[in-house]
């Protein structure tokens, strides 16, 4: 849903966001492929990010594997730690790979990290209006750190399961 690649990006490196495509819809993942990993956290705020991102990317690359969608989710299940799963177009050898079966209702949030609780039960709540049973969350940072003050914008999109 997004529209650039990396290397076609203002900055080198993440693509201007489009909420539009994200929010308040239905998404579904089925049948896309993901490469999985684990990113050591403190209190949720990724300790390794970089270099498990940096490691990753460059065996994608290697293998051709881009995805056309630049997309990157987080599953936040633990203070010390979360899985992340990053959309392929082709298995990637040497990684863990996975699918994500079913449904998931999305929702655009901006703002600083600080707002992630707020953000959750909003999510929650919205799942709730639309007649639906919570299963599973899973977060999309839709850039880095550095590029969301580029762009002055810090998006997250929130994903339920449903």
């Known amino acids: 849903m997004t529209d650039k ?3 076609q990006s203002e900055t080198g490196c ?3 966001f489009d909420p539009e495509p994200w929010d308040n819809k239905t998404v ?3 049948g896309k492929l993901f490469l999985k990993d684990r990113v050591r956290s403190f ?3 990724p300790l390794n990010m970089g270099k498990v991102m940096t490691k990753n990317m460059a065996r994608i690359e290697a293998a ?3 995805a056309p969608e630049q997309i990157t989710l987080s599953d936040e299940k633990s203070l010390w730690g979360s899985d992340i799963y990053i959309a392929v177009s082709k298995e ?3 990684a863990e790979m996975t699918r994500f079966p079913g449904t ?3 929702k655009v949030f901006e703002g600083p990290y600080s707002k992630i609780g ?3 039960k909003e999510m929650k709540a919205y799942v709730e209006s639309e007649g639906k049973e919570f299963k599973d969350l899973y977060f999309f940072y839709t850039t880095c750190p550095n590029c969301a003050k580029v762009y002055g914008k810090n998006y997250v999109v929130l994903l339920a399961a449903v």
Do not use: M, Q, T
Request: hydrophobic share 45%; proline share 12%.
């Open 5 to 7: 690649l990396p290397e």
């Open 14 to 16: 993440c693509p201007r």
């Open 28 to 30: 579904s993942f089925e």
């Open 43 to 45: 209190l949720h705020i």
């Open 64 to 66: 051709d594997a881009l």
């Open 92 to 94: 990637v050898p040497g």
């Open 104 to 106: 998931f209702l999305s």
């Open 118 to 120: 707020k953000w959750v």
